[in-house]
């Protein structure tokens, strides 16, 4: 029984995910608070099998699976190496986290939806997950499409606007997974395989050829507008916004980062570092819009008064900077890239957490509305914030330091002297939009004007349940952690992601 | 050239498709013919596939008895591939056409509720409604 599992573990969480996709609604037909445990036995086995993945792969190397025993290029082959466990690893925990927020909020805000609910979420982490080890070209369009469709029901389910915001990403996302089908046929068509290894051994020969930078061009269009690459965000920020609190919690650590990851994989999994690099400037392109995206959502968050929409462009700015270490294309650089893959996961699953709990107790995240009043009566969910804060403008000893500190050790390595300059303005950026609602809620004295003194009454403590505050603590101490163990991260996995040839 | 242009149709009628369908989806106004966008720029892509695996002369992809025999017999070393059309395409596009369904699917819902709470399905009104209620709530 042991063997069958241990052998079997790449393919186990996503099809544990797809399982329990359609095991949750029948178990919570009758019974809505069933559905809960269930997505948590799920998500706690997901988390397991992870660890032991990640130390599969520490101590034996990579692992090809080979589904059904054909043998790729004619079966699919799942790949699970270094990056695909580290990936998997850090989704699926940040996933878990906020699910055990999920449990009290959820409730609240979708009364009567929870096994609908919860088994989309389930489908989307089988998306998710899928996407991260499968080494098929063609899986990865499915798994795309299966997370893609459960996302657009997550967004669909929450405020007034939200359909007409899921519409938008419904239409852009279908552009995105189409295009990518489009550039797969086109590799299909010249390689006949569509296995990513399979595939990457015959490009080299056919290089020259108008088909394959093509397929290129489309498969890079597709992923940027899944990873809101900019200027092809447009469909991020409303439905962030809109989304329910735990929707927006789970999607923007995971959905962005996992696109990302199927960028970095096309890029140089398939293509190859040299054809993406010299033969066509993909790379160079990839850059220079991940730069631009950096400043605009940077100042596009100071911009917001709501406080999910601020984190939403400020994840279009977050985002930047994992394209911007893939399309510098040096190892110090890509390092950077996947450890703040890492760290932003934790970082916006954090901050959407801290919101959560404002519209939690105090029924609304408006930055204006926020006042001193707050440190009293939600001492730890702003002490969460706080961390997070100074972890997203990158303050050491805090986990956001680190990933900008590789990025850029790496601009430098190849003397892209401005991008240096990009991730020093942004830091400032980030440090105004994230220090005004500090000023804001710290630094006034609490009834500083006698005549308001008589007025008002002492803001007594009121924080949320220790199940919503456990996680959002659990996950900006996992800052301060990751910032302090970044070093064993990078010895023990990241240096080994580094693609042939970088 | 008209050598190049009559002997790739298929691809230039493909081509034709997905940019209808790129129109209708970014310029059409209402949201049902955007649907309707949709759906001919997934069937483009389709057909594209499709396209791709034409043989001319070509049969379905059993094979053939005396080919098999042949084979044991040590007549010949391989089954000759140019005789079969390649069913690989197909098969990608049966699920690729299950995944266009769902979407549409899942579009056709967000459209219904999008039109039991706004009342419209128009985009430029729909805007204009939800600013109005932008509005209201701020004036509150």
């Known amino acids: 029984m042991t063997a069958i599992l241990t052998n079997n573990s790449p393919v186990l969480i996503p099809l544990l995910f797809l399982t329990f996709g359609m095991i949750i609604p029948l178990v919570a037909w009758k019974r809505n608070n069933l559905a809960w445990p269930a997505l948590m036995l799920a998500s706690l086995a997901s988390v397991a099998i992870g660890v032991f993945n990640v130390f599969k792969v520490i101590n034996k190397g990579p692992v090809h699976y080979y589904l059904g025993n054909w043998v790729p290029p004619i079966g699919i082959e799942y790949v699970l190496d270094h990056l695909a466990a580290f990936v998997m690893l850090v989704i699926n925990s940040v996933a878990f986290l906020v699910l055990i927020h999920a449990w009290k909020i959820v409730p609240r805000e979708l009364p009567e939806k929870e096994p609908a609910y919860y088994a989309a979420i389930s489908l989307m982490m089988a998306g998710f997950n899928g996407i991260v080890i499968t080494g098929d070209l063609f899986n990865l369009y499915v798994f795309l499409e299966i997370s893609s469709l459960s996302l657009y029901g997550l967004i669909a389910i929450g405020e007034k606007k939200s359909p007409v915001a899921a519409f938008r990403y419904l239409i852009m996302g279908t552009i995105a997974a189409s295009f990518y089908l489009l550039g797969v046929g086109f590799i299909y068509i010249t390689t006949g395989s569509l296995n990513m290894a399979d595939v990457k051994a015959i490009l080299p020969s056919i290089m020259d050829q108008p088909t394959a930078l093509m397929a290129l061009a489309l498969m890079v269009l597709g992923m940027g507008i899944k990873m809101a690459l900019f200027p092809l965000h447009g469909w991020l920020p409303d439905a962030y916004t809109y989304a329910p609190s735990t929707s927006s919690a789970i999607i923007a650590p995971t959905g962005t980062k996992v696109a990302a990851y199927a960028l970095l994989r096309v890029l140089f999994f398939v293509f190859g570092v040299s054809f993406v690099t010299k033969t066509i400037p993909m790379a160079t392109v990839l850059t220079w819009l991940a730069a631009i995206g950096i400043i605009y959502g940077s100042i596009m968050a100071i911009a917001q008064k709501e406080l999910k929409r601020m984190l939403a462009y400020s994840s279009v700015a977050q985002v930047g900077y994992i394209g911007l270490g893939i399309g510098l294309a040096n190892p110090l650089a890509l390092v950077g890239a996947v450890l703040h893959v890492l760290n932003h996961a934790f970082m916006k699953a954090c901050l959407f957490l801290v919101a959560g709990n404002f519209r939690f107790k105090l029924g609304h995240s408006n930055i204006f509305k926020l006042n001193h009043s707050i440190r009293k009566k939600m001492p730890w969910t702003m002490a969460a914030f706080t961390v997070a804060a100074l972890s997203m403008v990158g303050l050491p000893p805090m986990a956001g330091f680190f990933s900008k500190w590789y990025l850029a050790l790496g601009t430098l390595k190849d003397s892209n002297w401005h991008f240096l300059v990009v991730i020093l303005i942004s830091s400032l950026l980030n440090a105004v939009y994230f220090f005004r609602i500090i000023e804001k809620v710290y630094m006034k004295p609490i009834n500083s004007n006698p005549a308001e003194k008589e007025m008002s009454v002492e803001p007594t403590r009121d924080e949320v349940a220790s199940s919503m505050l456990i996680p959002t603590l659990i996950l900006a101490a996992g800052l301060i952690v990751v910032g302090l163990l970044n070093a064993f991260i990078v010895k023990g996995i990241l240096n080994f992601i580094i693609p042939a040839g970088m | ?140």
């Not at chain 2, 190049?4 to 298929?10: T, V």
């Not at chain 2, 106004?29 to 309707?36: C, E, M, S």
């Not at chain 2, 049966?94 to 999008?114: E, Y």
């Not at chain 2, 399905?121 to 932008?134: I, P, Q, S, V």
């Open chain 2, 1 to 140: 050239m008209v050598d190049f242009i009559l002997g790739h149709y298929a691809y230039w009628f493909t081509l034709a498709l997905l940019v209808i369908g790129l129109y209708g989806m970014m310029m059409k106004k209402n949201l049902v013919k955007k649907l309707i966008g949709m759906t001919i720029f997934q069937v483009s892509i389709i057909i594209f596939f499709i396209a791709s695996s034409v043989k001319w002369g070509a049969t379905v992809p059993i094979l053939d008895h005396g080919d098999i025999e042949k084979v044991h017999l040590g007549m010949t070393s391989a089954i000759e591939t140019a005789k079969y059309i390649n069913p690989l395409p197909h098969t990608l596009m049966l699920t690729a056409i299950v995944v266009g369904v769902a979407t549409t699917g899942v579009a056709f819902g967000l459209v219904i509720m999008i039109y039991k709470r706004y009342k419209t399905l128009n985009e430029t009104e729909l805007l204009m409604r939800m600013k109005k209620e932008d509005d209201s709530d701020s004036n509150q």
